[in-house]
């Protein structure tokens, strides 16, 4: 049928999402080790079932806590291993969150900016429990390029998810919100040319 992009099959989703993380990382300029990239495309991967979102109880059973409290349970955790799954957790949606969600969150109470500091709070926490230096130096890197990571989430959600008038209206509150690089971009490939002279909303 004419009018309609052809449908891409996709047979191994990590090859898929790691095109895509490098791609994006490259349009961002943002410089990571191998490691980083590789968590990246394994978080991309873990995520593609919703569920993967929520944290579990002892019994398996899901979990959908706030994140401010899932913190407050890690800092009040007596092991140090059952601290670094959960704050490795709250890292891990907060970065996926703020990244593929990040158009809808400025019509929310909570926006980007929670997610960003808790995310990158959270990734702190888990360098400093790691035992081996590989996984102190990936952590390390998750929580202070946090922000750029989630602008590099946000690329990859653009190739993956089509834009409706809605979306455009989103991007352009985020622009106003943010003047984030990528959200003028998009704004620009949609024939919008973001006005530089407006001051942010929150100014």
């Known amino acids: 049928?004419?009018?309609k992009p052809p449908l891409t099959l996709v047979s191994q989703p990590q090859d898929y999402f790691r095109e895509l993380v490098i791609e994006a990382l490259g349009k961002q300029k943002v410089s990571t080790k191998p490691e980083t990239e590789f968590y990246l495309v394994n978080l991309l991967n873990q995520f593609m079932t919703t569920d993967r979102l929520y944290s579990r109880g002892p019994?398996?059973?899901v979990r959908d806590e706030p994140l401010a409290v899932l913190l407050k349970e890690a800092l009040e955790q007596p092991q140090p291993k059952a601290q670094s799954i959960l704050f490795r957790h709250i890292g891990d949606v907060s970065l996926y969150v703020a990244g593929f969600f990040q158009d809808s969150l400025n019509r929310k109470l909570v926006d980007?900016?929670?997610y960003i500091d808790m995310g990158g709070t959270a990734y702190q926490q888990v360098a400093s429990r790691a035992e081996e230096e590989i996984l102190r130096s990936l952590y390390l890197?998750?929580?202070q390029k946090f922000g750029d990571l989630v602008e590099v989430l946000a690329q990859v959600s653009d190739k993956t998810a089509p834009r409706t008038e809605k979306d455009i209206l989103r991007m352009y509150e985020l622009?106003?919100?943010?003047?984030?690089?990528?959200?003028?971009?998009?704004?620009?490939e949609a024939g919008i040319l973001p006005n530089e002279t407006l001051k942010k909303d929150w100014q």
């Open 1 to 3: 049928m004419r009018g």
């Open 59 to 61: 019994e398996g059973e």
């Open 112 to 114: 980007i900016e929670y």
């Open 141 to 143: 890197e998750l929580a």
């Open 175 to 188: 622009w106003m919100r943010t003047r984030s690089e990528r959200a003028a971009k998009a704004l620009q």
